[in-house]
């Protein structure tokens, strides 16, 4: 691809042109980062009219190269790229950066249609997706590749800045990626030397290169001024097969601004019209009109996109090739480029596991094992594993090879780094083939917030496998005491989360989290450490209905108010079993109740007002949640005159049934509630803390 | 304090003591993590008996220095090293290890009285916390110690594992220890090749070395069963000042075990009865009884505590003799030493900023720079900064000096690392006088919750400054505007969110949060990054009532249901203005609202009965809330046939006013809906995703 790394006026006309969109758009909104584009104008533009390999009118052709803008702000710099490559992205919407609307909003957003292959702008996460796309590379590559069919010899190129540097997220996939030898990563580290708090000095100093290197990082360092310089250290980082390369450009945040460059000034907002005045003519750039782009420098671009159209026609004619000569490995290789939805797998009954109540009482997690495994078989792009707890989560896909320096198998040891799991499943998703599942303890989805909230913001399919959801983790204590948890999570727009209550449930949960289109967003398992047994839905269909997210497991079904139940117990995961427990103890006392099973908030929600009033009817105001977590979250469905039964503190280090009595979570505390609830002593409106 | 570092037959026979308490403790709890304390005894041996100063009779001393088992899993090795220097913890408790009541839980909880510096079990963050201490233990250093008085001259010492390694949190914490050139910092790596999931090699094979000394730190390698090594290199880890120490001890886990030393097998479970028969055999140690403590063993680690007993007698001889050369200083530091609390503080009155209805709008985060700058004069252990965002926080303390690799200023610049910043606020508020904030934007909020979590769980006085709260951010779009973030941070037990609705809140919730004894758990402030005015109260108090978490603003008091209000709107933060400004169209229709500003979930709920009910009555059915975020949490104070307002999905990039707009969070939309709840038209318990 490098066959032109030679460079004169006309390409530094580009890079200006790069700049001064960036800073005209910038200043239309307002708002924005107008220093980033600036000064990193230079590498990106080499790297996109040089290397990097894209069709602005396909830009979903699976042969591309994969391009992040992980220091995200600088988002103005990757819209001028696509405006002027020939992407879908007019000049108009540059005049509309950050307005209501637009496709240009202040930080990248995956769109790609529109050759945005990531949301940025959270530092550290782009860098982090980029490792989990070079693990589907080569997965993909290893699956599909045949001698004389490179389908999937793509690379991942990212430009990063210091931020993404500090962020720990970044220094996870940074050592997972030295450690599996991932070549086909080549970043750009943006060294400016400039924080918003000022020079990087002041929190700053230490060695990157050589931090990367002890990660094993091939890397080079130039100055991020000198087009031919940097032409040639991407060459070198793309020769790099068996490491991943950083290259440390040396650039100028806000190049060309008299008064702002090398400032922390240039970074976050515009640089008003009297200094763009100074920067234009600094740089002997016309100072009307405003997102000005010179004839030739259009021409230029448009090379670029010219090239990338040719390599995706040769990329075509491989994959007709392929067809000819592979046809089986092409069949499934289509099948997966069409994208992964319940097509993939047909015949779930014949699949899934079946459990039944006379089955010994097991784990969730375990349950959770079986049925992964068993689905496994049929999916070959179901890719994942855990952060070192493996044997705890049971994510293991048994009989199948580890993902390593040397191979491509389907199980991931991520080690002891959730965060950099999380966000690199996220760049595994955006194959748009492969759907990554992780495991961890549920305490520990804290670690992974921040790349769970782009899952759910980009809608991504991937799968988080939380274990030990409770205090039913028992002895390890309040520090992997999930408390908080649930409700958390559950408060993340997109992000549907589920919490079976037995092995039934489980089976179902992974069939949910699997059989939806792609883009349908993130799905967390929440599952259990200690065993529950199977339930017993006495003709209530033996696989119950998690697919309406809350659902009728015991109890009157009839929504006559005469003969309706006294009191509604609604309850997730294990405690479904203490609102079982409780049925027989309040009929004893005449007092008839309905159990729900409530696995997802999410899913339920999504129903409509009739089945919604079929499960909770109004007339019934004696209602009960249970949940070994926070009781926050339940008050919409148990109303002003239910109760809550839960825990709204941490825990403590105890045998797990020690544990349930301690805190009140039992049948029979259930039972007194429920009754007390049905006696209408409570008072509706008063509002009380849950004991 | 290295006086001795020969070792001979005692010493192995002491190390050994130190096994098997831990083994047999994880053998009668049937849990628990056997091999770190097999492994890793000798160098704590060392650094107990040889190094660390303490002094089991006063476990608080000031000059103590201060172990950190980073390894939290560990603990047994913890328990048995505290056992048998003297400190509280019988050996009765190392036999109800991990049981209801004891105070030998799982992981160590932050237990000073025992000698528990603080909680660890989540990976990485003992690490981190323990450059807070660091950083603490140098700014009081800078502030009291005097020439010929060096009080302040502790170090730091932690035994980490490869987890902690992995873990971002830890890289963020070496980064910035190492800028900032930390050297009471002496930190010993068990690097013993095992994770869960088996040999380090399958997921972590970096040069943590050379890692480490990219960041300015000291490393050594040395063998982690010879003690004369281990005491060598602690020593010249001590000797180096001017950087942190990393020892790099190749350990064994499960040393001892015939089966399971050196295999995942000895990590997490107990060895079971036969292999720790098989381990007493084999390192020469009786059968029986179980927690055996040869008598020589018990003599010799007493001698530790005697010669602790001995250095904390000195200290306070120095501390009387600063006392009569340095009286000032020492009044401050005595008074510091007994605890921060509403003392620290006596004339609040005259410290707040005052604010009136006459002011300019201006931003809550405006507000809190002031206010934090007021009272920071008045408060020399006040001590924070952001984690890169100071102008847009305004935590700097202005005309006060930044922390540095050669000052010990009270301003710090964290970088862009928000997780270590809230694990080094941890570790600062455990010096038991520093009272640290920190900033960064809300959304970032989620980078810092595992060391949020434990900040909680050990009730530490942290104050997080979480500015650019809702979509009141505007242009940066959804990935920088919190939705599921309050609601989130509300959900974690004993943490007390705050947001204020204008300057006054925003004083009197800094009130609130540095007013609060020691150990009363931590505050976020969540703060608007745009312009609010400031409330006219209406001959309600000037002040408003932040301090009861919920109080009326405007609209009836009157409790009589014959006069009371027909609805009440309660709101936080910025929608309180919403709230307050539909009053007088809802008096046009006939209807008289009340307004709650409900700032603070947490500190309503600990009012008394009495007052929430005169807050929100019970005949008062029609109730609705505003918050520029998540619904959740607000259906227990809205009741069954109450409405929310808010925003239950993210948010989108365009100025603020548009976003509040299009997400129909207006005076308009406001009226309109309270309207209808006042109709009674609402139907009560039906379920209903909000709009």
Redesign the interface.
């Given at each position: 691809m490098s066959n032109n790394v030679s460079f004169g006026a006309i390409d530094d006309l580009c890079v200006n042109t790069l700049r001064f969109l960036s800073v005209d758009a910038v200043e239309a909104?307002n708002?924005?980062h107008p220093g980033m584009p600036m000064g990193d104008a230079p590498m990106a533009y080499v790297l996109w009219t040089r290397f990097l390999r894209f069709d602005p009118k396909d830009p979903k052709w699976f042969g591309r190269d994969r391009f992040i803008l992980s220091a995200?702000h600088g988002s103005m710099l990757l819209y001028s790229l696509l405006h002027l490559t020939g992407f879908d992205m007019p000049l108009d919407q540059l005049k509309k950066f950050?307005?209501?609307?637009?496709h240009t909003?202040?930080?990248p957003?995956y769109d790609i249609e529109r050759g945005i292959e990531t949301?940025?702008?959270?530092?550290?996460q782009g860098f982090a997706t980029g490792v989990g796309m070079a693990i589907a590379q080569r997965y993909l590559a290893s699956l599909y590749n045949r001698p004389g069919y490179p389908l999937f010899d793509y690379n991942i190129y990212a430009v990063t800045s210091?931020?993404d540097m500090?962020?720990?997220?970044?220094?996870?996939a940074a050592?997972?990626a030295?450690?599996l030898g991932l070549g086909s990563i080549v970043y750009l580290y943006s060294d400016n030397k400039i924080?918003?708090?000022?020079p990087t000095g002041?929190?700053?100093?230490?060695?990157?290169?050589?931090?990367f290197?002890?990660?094993?990082w091939h890397v080079q360092a130039v100055d991020g001024n000198n087009l031919s310089a940097i032409a040639r250290a991407i060459e070198a980082g793309k020769a790099e097969r068996t490491r991943p390369s950083l290259i440390i450009a040396r650039t100028n945040i806000g190049y060309g601004s008299p008064a702002k460059q090398d400032t922390?000034e240039a970074h976050g907002a515009p640089l008003g019209a009297g200094e763009v005045r100074r920067a234009k003519e600094a740089l002997g750039w016309p100072l009307s009109p405003e997102f000005h782009i010179p004839q030739e420098a259009a021409e230029e671009f448009r090379k670029a996109a010219s090239r990338g159209a040719l390599l995706k026609k040769n990329w075509d004619a491989l994959l007709k090739g392929y067809q000819q000569e592979h046809p089986e490995a092409a069949k499934g290789l289509v099948k997966a480029m069409e994208g992964m939805d319940s097509k993939a797998l047909e015949d779930w009954e014949g699949v899934l596991p079946a459990f039944s109540p006379s089955d010994a009482p097991s784990a969730t997690r375990s349950a959770s094992g079986k049925v992964l495994n068993a689905v496994a078989k049929k999916m070959p792009h179901l890719v994942g594993g855990?952060a070192?707890?493996?044997?705890?989560n049971n994510t293991a896909l048994n009989g199948f090879d580890?993902f390593t320096a040397t191979g491509a198998g389907r199980n991931i040891?991520?080690?002891?780094?959730e965060?950099?799991m999380a966000a690199i499943m996220n760049g595994m998703a955006q194959s748009n083939v492969i759907v990554p599942f992780g495991g961890t303890f549920l305490?520990?989805s804290?670690?992974m917030?921040?790349a769970i909230?782009?899952a759910?913001?980009m809608k991504l399919n991937v799968v988080y496998v939380f274990t030990h959801d409770s205090i039913g983790l028992?002895?390890?204590?309040?520090?992997?005491q999930p408390?908080?948890h649930i409700?958390?999570l559950?408060?993340?727009?997109?992000l549907t989360v589920i919490r079976p209550a037995d092995a039934v449930e489980t089976a179902e949960a992974w069939r949910y989290a699997l059989s939806r289109k792609q883009l349908s967003g993130p799905v967390a398992l929440i599952l259990t450490r200690q065993n529950v047994p199977v339930i017993d839905r006495q003709g209530r269909g033996a696989k119950g209905d998690l697919s309406r997210g809350a659902y009728i497991v015991s109890g009157s079904e009839n929504a006559d108010p005469s003969a309706g139940p006294d009191v509604i117990i609604m309850a997730s995961g294990s405690e479904v079993h203490i609102a079982l427990g409780a049925t027989d103890a309040l009929l004893k006392r005449g007092i008839k109740s309905r159990v729900v099973s409530m696995p997802s908030f999410e899913i339920?929600?999504a129903q409509d007002?009739g089945y919604?009033?079929t499960v909770?009817?109004?007339?019934?105001?004696a209602r009960m949640s249970i949940e070994a977590g926070?009781t926050?979250?339940w008050?919409?469905?148990v109303?002003?005159?239910g109760d809550t039964m839960g825990i709204?503190?941490?825990g403590?280090?105890?045998?797990y049934k020690?544990?349930y009595e301690?805190f009140g979570l039992t049948v029979e505390a259930a039972v007194e509630r429920a009754a007390f609830l049905v006696s209408g002593k409570k008072?509706?409106?008063?509002?009380?803390?849950t004991v």
């Open positions: 909104a708002s924005g995200g950050r307005q209501w609307g637009s909003p202040g930080h957003e949301t940025t702008g959270p530092l550290g210091d931020g500090m962020e720990g997220v970044s220094n996870e050592s997972i030295g450690h924080t918003i708090e000022g002041l929190s700053f100093t230490e060695d990157v290169g050589k931090r290197e002890a990660m094993n922390a855990s070192d707890l493996g044997p705890s580890y040891h991520f080690g002891v780094r965060h950099a305490v520990f804290d670690y917030r921040p909230r782009l759910a913001l028992g002895e390890d204590g309040p520090t992997h408390i908080e409700a958390s559950r408060a993340v727009p997109n339920f929600e007002a919604k009033a909770f009817p109004a007339h019934v105001k926070t926050m979250g008050h919409k469905y109303g002003s005159q709204d503190r941490f403590a280090s105890a045998p020690t544990l301690r008072d509706g409106l008063t509002v009380e803390t």
